[in-house]
């Protein structure tokens, strides 16, 4: 499943090859699709995406046409109108198991694009949204999912300040590594990144998120420590959240060539990155959500697994990329 990494490489794969591209007409979807029809039409608009946490706002906004009228009749002061018909447009975009952005040919589009946005040059191309799937959604006039936390890639202060301010809601009763799954707190953090983190700290995946996370309600440096002191500290010793923003950084500047769901350079280069997950040798077992979790240490002193959720200890035919891990 793509993560917030990929979610804001995939916006940065539409700002870029939708930079001085002109769309027109409507918006089309497939017939297998069970999403929302897209009612938008305009001779020409301009598309641009945004990304938080775990979703892709996507905006379509028409461009103005000079009128082929005679001076006086329905021109405005500028010789300009809006068109008339469409006002700007916002899609927000969840990615599923297998959502992905490509921008192809008109004419060869790949199959399970299963909503397209047509260019109006000639050949048209297509911006297709490819989930073959089917788990992907998007809303129309969407707006952030509200139940969903500050982004741990874009808003690390806000993401920060929300996990220690709410310490006592309930779901920091469960294990971190479950904690680190909900959205409400850690929007963006999906199931390679939080085998990763937790990895890095040799944090026991099972052990009670508070437990972990209360520790960090006090952390200070010492007031005699230089500022260049503190920020060597604070980045030779990092705490979990502040790897929560740090590890789905470093995949962010992997894929700074560009996000795409075909195997690439890019691909291999984050294979290679990873540390814990798939790795062999490592780990592995259900939480209680019936999620993998890849870790290196024991879960945690006080955790005995259910004989049916012990895996075996690695896995060599799991493949992970960036564009379909889970």
């Not at 009749?73 to 959502?99: I, T, Y």
């Not at 590890?247 to 962010?252: A, D």
């Not at 024991?298 to 200890?313: D, G, K, M, V, W």
Request: hydrophobic residues 35%; charged residues 25%; contains cysteine.
């Amino acid at each position: 499943m793509p993560e917030g990494p990929e979610l804001h490489l995939a916006s940065c794969y539409i700002n870029t090859v939708c930079a001085g591209l002109i769309f027109s007409g409507k918006v089309e979807k497939s017939e297998v699709s069970k999403n929302p029809e897209v009612l938008f039409e305009s001779n020409a608009y301009l598309i641009s995406a945004t990304s938080r946490g775990k979703e892709i706002k996507l905006t379509l906004t028409p461009l103005k046409e000079e009128k082929n009228t005679l001076p006086g009749r329905g021109r405005d002061r500028e010789g300009l109108s809006q068109n008339s018909f469409q006002q700007p447009m916002d899609l927000v975009f969840r990615f599923g198991m297998s959502g992905s952005f490509k921008l192809t040919s008109a004419a060869e589009l790949p199959k399970h694009a299963h909503l397209r946005f047509y260019t109006k040059e000639s050949p048209h191309r297509a911006l297709c949204f490819v989930d073959f799937r089917r788990f992907g959604r998007w809303e129309v006039h969407g707006t952030w999912q509200l139940d969903r936390g500050p982004c741990v890639m874009l808003e690390y202060e806000k993401f920060r300040g929300n996990v220690l301010r709410n310490l006592s809601d309930k779901a920091f009763n469960k294990p971190i590594c479950e904690a680190l799954l909900n959205q409400k707190f850690f929007n963006g953090i999906g199931n390679y990144l939080r085998a990763e983190i937790l990895y890095r700290l040799k944090i026991p995946p099972f052990e009670k998120a508070r437990t972990v996370l209360e520790a960090l309600q006090h952390r200070k440096p010492s007031p005699d420590l230089t500022l260049s002191k503190k920020v060597k500290l604070k980045r030779e010793n990092p705490d979990l959240l502040e790897l929560c923003h740090a590890v789905p950084m470093e995949v962010i500047h992997m894929g700074k060539e560009g996000y795409g769901p075909e195997p690439s350079d890019d691909a291999a280069a984050f294979e290679e990155w990873l540390q814990c997950y798939c790795v062999p040798g490592m780990k592995s077992l259900r939480d209680g959500n019936g999620r993998t979790i890849w870790f290196q240490c024991y879960p945690a002193r006080a955790y005995t697994p259910h004989p049916i959720l012990l895996l075996q200890e690695s896995s060599p035919s799991c493949s992970a990329s960036p564009g379909d891990i889970s």
